[in-house]
C-alpha cells in the first residue's frame, strides 16, 4: 500500500502544478475567498450554540441546522466579499479612460486674470 501511495500521491502533486501556468489577471479574488470562508464558519458557529439540545444529541439533527447556516452565510460573504474586490480593483486601475486626474500644479494655480477682484472693490 506504501509503496503505491507515496508515487501516486507525488504524481498528483506535480501534476497538479504542471496544469496551473500562472496568468496577470487585473481581478483579485481575495476578498471573495475571505467572506466565504468566514461567513460559512460564522453563521456555522451561530447556529450551533443556536441549536442547543439538536447538536447535544448530536448526528444528522444538528447538520440540518448548520448545515443550511453556513452556506447561507458563505453565500452573503461572498456576495461582500466581491464587492470589496471590486471597490479594490477599480481604486488600482486609477481613473476611467477619458477623465485625467487632476494635478498637485493645476490645482495650485494662480486664477485667471478676470476672475481677481476689482481693486476699488
Known amino acids: 500500500m506504501r509503496k503505491t501511495f507515496c508515487p501516486l ?10 496544469g496551473n501556468p500562472e496568468q496577470a489577471e487585473d481581478k483579485s ?3 471573495k475567498i475571505v467572506g466565504a470562508t468566514g461567513g460559512a464558519v460564522g453563521a ?3 447556529a450551533y450554540s443556536s441549536a ?15 448545515i443550511p447556516a453556513a452556506i ?11 464587492v470589496v ?4 480593483d477599480a481604486q488600482r486601475k486609477g481613473p476611467p479612460p477619458g477623465q ?3 494635478s498637485a500644479k493645476d490645482a495650485a494655480a494662480p486664477p485667471r486674470a478676470d476672475s481677481a477682484a476689482r481693486p476699488d472693490g
Open 9 to 18: 500521491l507525488v504524481l498528483v502533486i506535480l501534476s497538479g502544478c504542471a
Open 100 to 102: 485625467a486626474a487632476a
Open 29 to 31: 479574488h481575495g476578498g
Open 44 to 46: 456555522g458557529a451561530m
Open 85 to 88: 474586490d471590486a471597490i479594490g
Open 72 to 82: 447561507v452565510g458563505a453565500l452573503v460573504g461572498g456576495a461582500a466579499g466581491s
Open 52 to 66: 442547543g439540545l439538536l447538536c447535544t444529541l448530536g448526528g444528522p439533527l444538528c447538520a440540518i441546522v448548520v
